[in-house]
């Protein structure tokens, strides 16, 4: 099993913001980092969770996301997301867990 622990803020919004990242497997881990100079909470904290799971290489893994994000956690248990996917993002203003995927 995999841990993805996230956070993502934005000083402003929009503002300069950034995101953090820790993946934890037994006693390994990683951790990743990256930010934007104009930006948004909600596109930080959606983009932490995004950019750890792109990071895991093998497929079918058993993943549990944790967040401090309630627009992360209701994305996924209120299937927002999902709807998301489907419309290709298209029109979506994106603002501001423990989600298992």
């Known amino acids: 099993m995999i841990e993805l ?3 993502g803020a934005s000083s402003g919004n ?3 913001g ?3 990242i820790i993946l934890r ?3 390994y881990y990683k951790e990743l980092s990256g930010g934007y100079r104009k930006t ?3 596109r930080m904290e959606l983009l932490a969770v995004i950019i750890g799971l792109e990071a895991i290489k093998k497929q079918g893994q058993q993943v ?3 967040s401090d994000s309630k627009y992360v956690i209701d994305s ?6 999902f709807g998301w996917v489907k419309k290709g993002f298209q029109g979506k203003k994106m603002r501001t867990c423990g989600c298992v995927f």
């Open 5 to 7: 622990y996230t956070d």
């Open 14 to 16: 929009p503002g300069p």
């Open 18 to 20: 950034g995101y953090g």
């Open 25 to 27: 497997s037994g006693q």
């Open 40 to 42: 948004t909470n909600n």
């Open 64 to 66: 549990v996301v944790y």
């Open 76 to 81: 996924v248990e209120k299937k927002w997301v």
